[in-house]
């Protein structure tokens, strides 16, 4: 039973470094590591060797970021789908902090994540695992959904309507090194299984977002040592 963790990248190869040690460190499951890099140039490629990780450079950096973060997601689906039993996607900001395994999160489920109730609910895309078996050439996608008004990831309200998907929950936490608002914040999914920076590659352009990063970088490593 063969288990993929799919990563869509944006611009940061230091948040990528990380994210495979920790892959490395917690995931039980020894899976392979795709690697989706959305970025506007192209940066991390070189950094990434293995014979377990696969790296695919995408053109979707042109497009707005939810249609840029559903091109790329609904690529690397397609593209692996075949070949996995299970896939786990993840942001490039949402790291593993303590052990856990795919196979487990999906014990009597056709996929897991972490809601959003909308107009619709679906599972945000940046922390959800597939059944690839159990949804039985269900298509799968990620795309975002002007009719009911549903960011990436809004069309999985299609699986949700058929099968049953377990619901990861989340926390929000106080970040005590870093205050200014919107971001002063990180998030825990999972139990405490995951930690999400948010907004890590900085689309709209918030003040102070280096030092924010290190703030959550000097968070990471404290939970993970």
């Not at 990380?18 to 490395?24: F, P, R, V």
């Not at 298509?139 to 099968?163: A, H, K, M």
């Not at 002063?184 to 920076?197: E, L, Q, R």
Request: aromatic share 16%; hydrophobic share 35%; charged share 20%.
């Amino acid at each position: 039973m063969k288990t993929a963790v799919i990563i869509i990248a944006f611009n940061d190869s230091r948040l990528i470094e990380k994210q495979l040690e920790l892959i490395d460190k917690f995931c039980t499951d020894k899976p392979d590591i795709i690697i989706f890099d959305n970025s506007n140039v192209e940066c991390i490629k070189a950094n990434f060797k293995s014979n377990h990780i696969y790296y695919n450079f995408t053109d979707g950096y042109y497009l707005n970021p939810s249609d840029s973060h559903s091109t790329a997601a609904n690529a690397a689906y397609k593209m692996f789908s075949p070949f996995y039993n299970r896939l786990l996607f993840l942001d490039h900001d949402c790291f593993p902090i303590k052990e856990f395994s795919v196979s487990e999160m999906l014990i009597g489920w056709c996929l897991a994540g972490l809601g959003q109730q909308k107009t619709k609910t679906y599972f945000w895309p940046g922390c959800v695992a597939f059944d690839v078996n159990k949804l039985k050439g269900f298509p799968v996608d990620f795309s975002t959904s002007q009719e009911y008004g549903l960011d990436t990831g809004g069309n999985l309200y299609r699986i949700l309507e058929v099968f049953q998907g377990t619901y990861l929950n989340e926390q929000h936490i106080p970040n005590p090194y870093f205050t200014e608002p919107p971001y002063n914040f990180y998030s825990t999914i999972h139990n405490g299984t995951f930690m999400h920076f948010t907004n890590a590659s900085n689309w709209n352009n918030t003040p102070l977002n280096e030092q924010r990063m290190e703030s959550l970088y000097k968070i990471l490593n404290e939970q993970t040592v």
